[in-house]
């Protein structure tokens, strides 16, 4: 009777390992609207929904809302900056175009196994100000990190938007 008990809750205990592994995936991330050049997501690990753009050159820019924080981001990861040590800050200058530059401190992460300068708390002008550029170069210092086309930021960042209302509530 008792290795019978065992064997039962053994069994209880192994359904209930499958079934919490089970939620984990029904909690992953999920697609919101998928756009040119963006996709737009509701993220477990932002508890936030985040505009996603990767690019030919191995970059991948992220637009979104830290729901943990309740603040705004921004990042861009690479694989070729794994040079840079992580949780370290940068200072990074963004050139917009026709004389607009916007520059604040990043922090190193790892974002999807990729090296990621991130900032968070940023205000609603400084992604509007990325969202109205036809593109954007980034600079650590005066070496040139990325050149990137940020076509479609303004309907990714509006979808972002609406997502973080809709499901999120925020």
């Known amino acids: 009777m008792h290795r019978l008990k065992c064997c039962i809750l053994g069994l209880i205990g192994m359904t209930a390992a499958s079934l919490s592994a089970s939620a984990q995936t029904v909690m992953a991330d999920r697609s919101w609207e998928n756009l040119p050049g963006w996709r737009v997501i509701a993220s477990t690990e932002y508890q936030g929904c985040v505009a996603i753009a990767s690019y030919q050159d191995g970059s991948t ?37 026709r004389g607009r530059t916007l520059s604040g401190f990043f922090h190193t992460v790892t974002r999807d196994a990729l090296p990621t300068f991130e900032i968070g708390n940023v205000k609603g002008s400084f992604l509007d100000d990325i969202a109205a550029a036809s593109g954007i170069r980034i600079f650590e210092e005066d070496i040139q990190m990325a050149s990137l086309s940020l076509s479609g930021s303004r309907r990714a960042l509006n979808s972002m938007i609406e997502c973080q209302q809709s499901i999120l509530g925020d």
């Open 61 to 97: 820019v992220r637009l979104g809302y830290d729901g943990i924080a309740k603040d705004y981001f921004f990042s861009i990861s690479n694989m070729k900056w794994r040079s840079y040590p992580l949780q370290k800050d940068y200072e990074l200058r963004f050139d917009l175009g």
